[in-house]
């Protein structure tokens, strides 16, 4: 089967991206910027979760750390608060690097740890670093947090002033217009890195351990290193998802980063389907975009309640409508959303014979779920806490 | 030194009714191999269902209604949801037990709305008085019913030909239903004991220091996560083990905050999980964990 279907739609969806803010209100802007920071994360947690087979309830902490560490560095220093006041394009890689690092200290528990215990063991990470940001007040300001530096590039600034004035086609281009497009780069790249890894030769390593530690040792994979190694990318990841989470919102608190955040985060790769690139990036923008579009449209909607009014309000609706969706998915929906587009594909004849006959093909490793794993559900098999 | 010892009976008394919800986790885990992140949402269902019945048939009835509606959600999880899942392994089974957990209490929240439903327990905020220390009744009576129900639980698994089959289920499943044990049974029941460990301690949890019900409870059975984790995956001693560990330094932690703070404050709140991050660096099965050998 030829690439050239895959690529023109690629190609569409990248120009209808680049032209949306000409059209779009304000709304939807701050939905599209929501909506791009979480794909960075998902993207980073389907490579850890789908790829790897390691299960992360963390990754809110590790966007907490990148967002406040890019909001300490590219901020100057105050007698109440510290900042570095470097450039944000330093600060955007200090804090990638540094929610890296703090993956890699972790590392030890994570490579020592299979799936769903390091799961639980990175569940403990959300408490303590929402302990550090309420107690490190000179750092993270505490329990009201602080204010997001804009973000500028060689003297032009993504806000609404420094040019103050910028029209591209008769519309002006404010600082939510030209945000966009700085968030468009960094998803663009990380979806890039994120295919690529996937299947580069780490990528299928990492799939290999997922599948069978005990095969991938003896194909001569470093197992520790590689459960580490999966970690500290989907962290960096992660870390990409606050910084760009601390511009969008330009102000944090630790309440920005909740464990739900961790949940939303699994639930987009989920409906996505677990392993796959652009499901997580479908997934993330069902699940951002849902409570938002909701809120916003309550009044329209029936059965819907302005919020505090007593009646079923919008976010009550879109917890129960993605609380419903995981279910379905799970339950129905083998490989999520791209497993389930994938088998109509090879169904209505579009697919090649590969994806005709239903076999996941090499450069996509299957989520952890293909029929071979199915004795995985018992603890006995599945009960390798260490090695 | 009173002081000192009412932190520690206080401690290892709430410690007991974080037990029975770890015992909880371990029995559905060692039982269909699931990690119930739904289980704090059940013992909020348990409390509710007791608050909302008994004004109508009283506090003990009510008591079995939550107790029979918790083990009821846990069966039909199990049977509806867990054995249908399209691809079975412990990572999807987790990941849906969240989505459970949103469904769950997403609703409990609504129909509780701003409300604090008071659960009508008969010893309310009495205290008992004993050599100088002054303790809740509730707590009290929860460290009492706690330990008759993990003795019975010893004698569940130790005695009866139900309890051999699970132990023997949860240790080595296709072996075990070659032998004859039906898993789905073994499966089912240790859904259903959980239930009945989360509802019983539901309504300790809300009873006392609580006034009443509302959705935070689920937050506070969150805690219970690192009791089990500390004390090992597959072990109901080592959940109690992990329990009572849990209580007790969450209570001194508590305790002595005005000793301790160069930790920060609010440090007793996450004191669990410190302690459950340095234990899974030491010893990775947990404290009473059995270390399995990887299988090919």
């Avoid at chain 1, 579009?350 to 004795?375: E, F, L, N």
């Avoid at chain 2, 459970?100 to 010893?123: F, K, M, S, Y």
């Avoid at chain 2, 001693?237 to 560990?245: D, K, M, N, Q, Y």
Wanted: net charge positive.
């Amino acid at each position: 089967m030829s690439d050239l279907p895959r690529r023109i739609g690629g190609l569409v969806l990248l120009l209808v991206a680049l032209a949306l803010p000409l059209v779009l209100e304000d709304f939807w802007l701050q939905l599209g910027l929501f909506v791009m920071a979480a794909m960075v994360g998902a993207i980073g947690l389907t490579l850890l979760v789908g790829v790897a087979g390691q299960l992360s309830l963390g990754h809110a902490a590790f966007a907490a750390i990148g967002a406040y560490v890019f909001v300490w560095a590219t901020s100057e220093s105050t007698p109440t608060l510290a900042g570095a006041g470097l450039p944000a394009v330093v600060g955007l890689v200090v804090a990638v690097g540094v929610t890296a690092l703090v993956g890699f200290a972790f590392s030890p528990v994570a490579s020592r740890l299979r799936g769903i215990y390091l799961g639980l063991a990175t569940l403990g990470l959300v408490f303590v670093v929402r302990h550090l940001l309420l107690n490190l007040e000179p750092w993270t300001g505490g329990f009201t947090g602080r204010s997001v530096e804009p973000f500028t590039l060689g003297g032009f600034s993504f806000s609404n002033r420094d040019p103050d004035y910028l029209a591209v086609a008769g519309v002006e281009f404010e600082g939510l217009h030209r945000l966009w497009y700085l968030f468009l780069v960094l998803t663009l790249l990380a979806c890039w890195l994120g295919v690529n890894l996937r299947s580069s030769r780490t990528g299928r390593a990492w799939a290999n351990v997922r599948d069978s530690e005990t095969a991938a040792a003896a194909m001569g994979i470093a197992v520790a290193r590689h459960k580490a190694s999966a970690f500290v990318v989907s962290s960096g990841y992660a870390g990409l998802a606050g910084a760009l989470l601390a511009l969008a919102y330009g102000r944090l608190a630790p309440d920005v980063f909740t464990l739900t955040v961790s949940v939303e985060f699994l639930v987009m790769i989920v409906i996505g389907g677990l392993g796959s690139v652009g499901g997580a990036m479908v997934g993330a923008l069902f699940v951002t975009a849902l409570p938002l579009v909701l809120t916003q449209y309550s009044d329209a909607i029936p059965f819907l309640a302005a919020p505090g009014s007593g009646g079923l309000d919008p976010a009550t609706a879109s917890r129960l409508l993605y609380g419903l969706a995981i279910i379905a998915v799970l339950v129905f929906l083998r490989g999520g959303l791209t497993g389930a587009f994938r088998r109509l594909r090879g169904r209505f004849g579009g697919g090649g014979p590969v994806a005709a006959s239903g076999a996941p093909d090499d450069t996509r490793p299957a989520p952890p779920t293909d029929p071979g794993h199915q004795a995985g559900m018992h603890p006995a098999i599945s009960k390798e806490t260490a090695r | 030194m009173s002081y000192f010892l009412t932190q520690v009976l206080n401690g290892l008394s709430f410690g007991l009714v974080l037990s029975l919800i770890a015992a909880g986790f371990a029995i559905v885990f060692t039982s269909t191999g699931v990690l119930n992140f739904a289980h704090g949402s059940v013992v909020l269902l348990g409390a509710y269902l007791v608050a909302v019945t008994q004004p109508t048939i009283g506090f003990w009835p009510a008591v079995l209604v939550g107790i029979a509606g918790a083990a009821g959600v846990g069966v039909l999880i199990n049977a509806l949801l867990v054995r249908n899942l399209a691809d079975p392994n412990p990572g999807t089974a987790a990941i849906l037990m969240l989505g459970v957990d949103i469904l769950l209490l997403t609703e409990l929240t609504r129909r509780i709305g701003n409300r604090v439903l008071p659960l009508g327990a008969p010893w309310g905020a009495d205290t008992v008085r004993f050599a100088g220390i002054a303790l809740p009744t509730g707590r009290v009576l929860a460290a009492v019913l706690a330990i008759v129900v993990f003795a019975g639980l010893w004698f569940l698994f130790a005695r009866t030909r139900m309890g051999v089959g699970m132990r023997a289920a949860a240790a080595d499943g296709p072996t075990a239903s070659l032998m004859g044990i039906q898993l789905a049974r073994t499966g089912a029941t240790g859904w259903a004991l959980a239930g009945v460990l989360a509802a019983l301690a539901g309504v300790f949890l809300t009873s006392f220091p609580a006034p009443g019900i509302a959705p935070t409870v689920a937050l506070s059975a969150f805690l219970a996560i690192p009791a089990w984790v500390l004390g090992g995956f597959d072990s109901v001693p080592g959940a109690v083990l992990g329990g009572l560990l849990v209580g007790l330094v969450t209570a001194l932690t508590v305790g002595y905050e005005s000793h301790l703070t160069f930790l920060g404050s609010g440090f007793g709140d996450v004191v669990p999980y410190v302690l459950m991050i340095i234990v899974l660096l030491v010893r990775p099965q947990g404290l009473l964990g059995s270390k399995e050998a990887v299988r090919v």
